[in-house]
Structure formats: C-alpha cells, structure tokens
C-alpha cells in the first residue's frame, strides 16, 4: 500500500493518498488490543493486527488504482514483469535497506553484549527520537514530488533545477537546525 500510495500521490489525490496510511494505522489501532488482550494472542496478536491492517489498506490502494476515479489506471495487461527494469529501479533502495538493517542488527548485537537491554531500549529511543526530526524530510520531498514530475513531463527543466535546488537548501538548512 505504500509503494503503490506514492502512485496515488503523483496523480494529485494527496487526500486518497492520505486515507491509504489512515485506514492501515487506525485499523491497527483497533485490532491491536483485540488479538491481544481479547483473544490473548499477545505479541503474535500484535503482528497479526498489523498484517491484516497492511492488507485492508493495500486492497484499498488497489481498488483506487482500478476505478474511474484515477488518471493512470492498473490493467491486467500491463503487468507483465520487465526483469530489467525491476532490477535497475529496485537494487538501489533495496541495497540501502539491506545495509541499513545489516547496521541496526550489528548494533544491536554489540549494544546487548555490553550494555545490555538498556543499551538497547536507549538505542531504540534514539532512533525513535532521528525518525520522528526526519519526518517533515520526508513529508517535504514527498509533496513536492508531484510538482517536479509534472515540470519533468512537460520538459520545463529549469523549473525542476529550481525546485531541486530549492529542496535541497531548504532541507540541508531543517536537517542543520534540527542535529545542532
């Protein structure tokens, strides 16, 4: 439902976008206690409520993408897999999640041998803490994308030289101000 939102979100339906993450969360936050505290399934209770919430939200995503409503619509004949392509656009950010959690694992293993469960629950509220100051990234490169893609399509270069400049001073001046 995530990958498939940023679909939603380039075709200027940020509201749809927005409902796609809403029903996922909210969702979650009512199966949650359900399995866990209800039907006493704990931590695998937990995970259950977050695969069927995930699951609501992607038949939403889908349903969306299908109907009338959208600019660029899912067929049934366009999804035929290009190898090619699905390794070109995808190894970079799957490389970088790779090593990402490659990082967090090596981490948390030196964190438990010598520091223990309290090093650890620190490092989690640490990087809760990096998540939390990098989100207005995030929002800011994601609103802006539809912006830029339609300057790219319609070949207006400069205009998207513009706004990447922009960005980039903008969220190298945020991200300066939020680490000092």
């Known amino acids: 439902s995530l990958g498939l939102n940023q679909i939603i979100n380039a075709q200027g339906f940020g509201t749809t976008g927005m409902l796609t993450v809403i029903i996922g969360a909210v969702l979650n936050l009512i199966l949650d206690p359900i399995f866990i505290f209800v039907l006493h399934m704990g931590v695998r209770g937990a995970a259950c409520a977050t695969v069927l919430s995930q699951f609501v939200s992607a038949l939403w995503t889908l349903r969306f993408l299908t109907g009338s409503k ?3 619509r899912i067929r049934r004949q366009h999804l035929h897999l290009q190898k090619q392509k699905i390794l070109t656009l995808g190894l970079a950010g799957f ?23 309290l090093y650890v629950g620190v490092m989690t509220v640490l990087n809760s803490v990096r ?9 800011v490169t994601s609103s802006a994308q539809p912006v830029i893609s339609f300057n790219y399509g ?15 001073g903008l969220l190298t001046a945020y991200s300066l101000l939020a680490w000092g």
């Open 70 to 72: 959208t600019l660029l």
């Open 95 to 117: 490389t970088m999640n790779v090593t990402n959690s490659l990082v967090q694992v090596a981490c948390n293993s030196t964190l438990q041998i010598f520091g223990g469960d």
């Open 131 to 139: 998540e939390i100051i990098m989100l207005p990234v995030n929002g």
């Open 154 to 168: 319609a070949a207006l270069l400069e205009r998207v030289r513009k706004a990447i400049v922009f960005l980039r």
